[in-house]
């Protein structure tokens, strides 16, 4: 075969591809190259700055292997994570059977299931923006397009409903809910969380609810939306990866409410299902664990976070140039710079990583405009570490601004 043959062709889809929060590591291993020590504050993974996966959960593990459970599982997941899910569920006020829950490998497999199942090429999702990327990712992927709804930073990052309710035509399918949020770290009021139901209701659409860190509002776990309305066609979504500190694991879980419009709903996505085969097995079984056992890690996970969130908030909006409007719940804060004209946030975070070797996310990977200025920090590091990093951070936003 001739060395000079055109190279194998790539599909188009993956041109509309992207997913910053990764993609952006490539620029980070270039300045690691060149000898500089870089920071990684990209990716929301806890484990990576020292939180532990709790010991009963690893047990869990082990124990599912050695008793050999390392065959396939059903395709919806082993009967009793499904049971400990629908149980956990109907201690936070939603009644949904454990028929239909799902088990799957995060909430990034559910949200996929789902959007595949029920949403047609040229069909539009309503998304949050700044959104989490992995949405915009896969409505890439099945030729969807995301419409994105205004979360207002004026106002702790609500979201804007005139602007979601005027995005609104016959192709929207669905409404995609991030609450707790990443990359913004807001909390919706009850009242928000019921407009945003009444809207959906309105139009027919189906509610997304991503609630990945629920338990993760430093005032103590949020509801589940679905616990507000059980006849709302609301599909919830949560995993392990956050608040039980096993991102690696690959392991979460989806119900699809308990009203019976989302029938044809769960019985598409469990085809879907049937098609992958299962979710990882063994960590099906820390599932089953995390949910009927000791949480007690989450009290003072939520306490060094909260700790996080104020010095973050305090450190950056002490910066001339940078604001910040206080997180309430997980691990990010979503800051401000006042960009120069003709700068993007582009340039502040590729500048950031190649002055200080500080890697955050430029904004307009979560949808933000390029002039906006917005940009991610993931504040797990620990608070010394994170003084250290705002110190570089002020620096340079001085010399940025400046230049
Ligand atoms: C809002 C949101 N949804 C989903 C995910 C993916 O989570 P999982 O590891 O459960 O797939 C993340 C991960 O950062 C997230 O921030």
Redesign the pocket.
Known sequence: MSVTAPAIRTAKRVDRFTYA?RNIVAEAKKVEQAGLTVRYLN???PNQFGFVTPPHLIEAVARAMRDGHNGYAPSPGIAPAREAAAADFAARGVKVSADRILI????????ELALTALVDEGDEVLVPMPT?P?YTAVLAKIGALPSYYRLDHTRDWQPDLGHLRSLINPRTRALVV?DP???TGAIYPEAMRRALIALAEEHGLMILA?E??GDLAYDGAVPPMAALDHDAPIIS??????AYLA?GW???WMAVGSSPRLDPALAAIKKLADGRLCSPGPMQYAVTAALTGDRSHQITFRQALRERATLTTARLNAIPGLSCVAPRG?F?AMPKVELPKGKTDVDFVLGLLRAKGILCVYGSGFGTALDEGFFRIVFLASPQELGAIYDEMAAFTGEFLGA
């Open positions: 929060i990716i929301g993974d799957t490998s995060g909430t990034s497999e559910g949200i989490y992995l991030i949020n990443n990359p991503d990945v860190y979504y949560s995993s392990l990866s956050k991102p690959r392991a979460g997980a990010y």
